[in-house]
């Protein structure tokens, strides 16, 4: 999935600082994980108290495909039957 997430670092004694991106992963918590991550990169944030992170946008995923069978089973065959 992917996501627009927010990320601000909140300090005791000056302005919060907010960072935001676009976040690929295939679970909620690695979107939190990998959004901290890039955020702290980007700010470089010192001394701060608290951290707040909002997922602002999920982009719709592509629904998952069964896989094909490998084999194949024509309607007329005892395929399925039971039957030997």
């Not at 005791?12 to 901290?36: D, F, M, S």
């Not at 094909?68 to 065959?77: D, M, N």
Request: hydrophobic content about 45%; proline content about 8%; glycine content about 4%.
């Amino acid at each position: 999935m992917t996501c627009k997430v927010a990320v601000t670092f909140e300090y005791p004694v000056r302005a919060p600082e907010t960072w935001q991106g676009e976040i690929t992963a295939i679970a909620p918590a690695k979107v939190v994980w990998r959004a901290v991550r890039a955020a702290k990169l980007a700010l470089k944030p010192n001394q701060w108290s608290s951290l707040v992170v909002v997922i602002l946008e999920r982009a719709a995923s592509r629904p998952r495909q069964l896989p094909r069978p490998k084999v194949a089973i024509h309607a007329g065959s005892d395929a399925g039957t039971g039957k030997l």
